[in-house]
């Protein structure tokens, strides 16, 4: 059974900008915290998974088809710290110099590309670890062949789910993660919730009653200020459960049996970490 490991290149690259100081920088100034932190996680990755076939995705900057069905999608974010959009390019050089292939698909966020590979691949006996700091990639996990490398904080510090692992964290089982998660709401996505609607309300009532069609089917079983609250925003608990679900099937041009890891060119990888100053990184 060959092993794919699916990497996260915006989530893992925002953990590491936000882990490590701005002060990390290159002599001529040029701040290389997100990238430093961002590398060396990748470095650590292949080297303790030893991966048959690999890929970073990432998003694109064009729409995607979620903010044209919510059009306030992701719209509370502000924009990128300056600092950590000027490492954006160096980080996709990195990717390139190490000859590990880059996935992403104009209107889909890099999740869906994620979503694509993982099926295809498991569809075909592969082992797949996908490797973000995204909660939605709970949905993905499926045993024996999906497992999500959760990066729970910082450059170093990751929890590897299997479906028990989603189980414990979230009190539902992977396949229930968007009901569980269109009833709480996703802030960092704009997606409210239900009000009074917390984790453990949202496992509660995804385990007893199922789907959302299960859900509010039996809203008169529900204390009077829950029933109140799911009544009233039921379509906006539709919409999120719409927008959170993953895209499986984005028409990507490579099929994960492809996604090697190239030649190396140890000349040019050590001219960018001799660039980039990383002394540390390059005997790893």
Known sequence: MATLLLIDG????????FALPTDLATASGQVTNAVFGFTSMLVNLLRDHRPDHVAVAFDRPEPTFRHERVATYK????AAPDLLR?????????VETMAIPIVEL??????????TLAEQAAAGGDHVIIVTGDRDSYQLVRDPSVQVLYNKRGVSDYALYDEAGIQ???????VDYVTYA?????PSDNLPGVPGVGEKTAAKLVNTYGDLDGIFAHLDELTPKLRENLAANEEQVRTNAEVMVLVRDVP?????EALVLGDLDTDEIRQLFDFL???TLYDR
């Open 252 to 256: 990507v041009a490579v099929a994960p």
């Open 10 to 17: 915006n989530s893992l690259t925002y953990r590491a900008f």
């Open 106 to 115: 104009a209107g889909f966020e890099a999740d869906d590309v994620i979503a």
């Open 86 to 94: 000027q490492q954006m390019g160096l980080v996709r050089q990195v």
């Open 168 to 174: 414990e964290r979230t009190g539902v089982r992977p």
């Open 75 to 78: 719209a509370n974010r502000d």
């Open 182 to 186: 269109a009833l709480r709401g996703d």
């Open 277 to 279: 100053e990383f002394r």
